[in-house]
């Protein structure tokens, strides 16, 4: 099985953005925990972060033929972003929206999620690991 796991907006900065909201971790430990996880479990794992909406589509789209799943963390665009959303549903694969914090008790904006409407699952406020998480779910039901 390869997964393409996609990071929006500011994921880049984790360790240093609002730690007590996101923890000290920083991204490349997240990608090595990543990484990790899905070597142990036989699973081929490609990491991908950007801070712009469109390249979020275009990597969205290289999914289609590529990839069996996706685990995305769409950061803020999850709450704003028709075009994502799209764009998961144009390639119809098995997706987990993934939230390192709770977001069901922060802010009310962050109350609206348009990429769930294409998403298998969401797991959120499971730090860092709703990552592995996410990547069991789709081993176990995929």
């Keep these: 099985m390869k997964i393409k796991v996609i990071n929006g907006p500011n994921l880049n900065m984790l360790g240093i953005r609002e730690p007590g909201i996101y923890g000290v ?5 997240l990608c090595e925990k990543i990484r990790d996880h899905a070597g ?3 699973v ?3 990491l991908y972060q950007s801070n712009h909406e469109g390249d979020l589509v275009d990597e969205i ?8 799943a996706i685990v995305i963390n ?11 959303l799209d764009a998961a549903k144009a390639v119809s694969l098995p997706i987990v929206e993934v939230h390192i914090s709770d977001v069901s008790a922060r802010e009310d904006f962050r109350q609206i999620s348009y990429i769930r409407a294409a998403c298998v699952k969401t797991v959120s406020g499971h730090g860092t690991d709703g990552y592995l998480e996410a990547i069991d779910f789709l081993l176990e039901n995929n």
């Design 40 to 42: 142990s479990k036989g």
């Design 74 to 84: 769409p950061g803020a665009y999850t709450h704003t972003s028709i075009a994502i």
């Design 61 to 68: 789209q290289n999914c289609l033929g590529d990839c069996d």
């Design 44 to 46: 081929e794992v490609v």
């Design 25 to 29: 971790e920083t991204y490349d430990s």
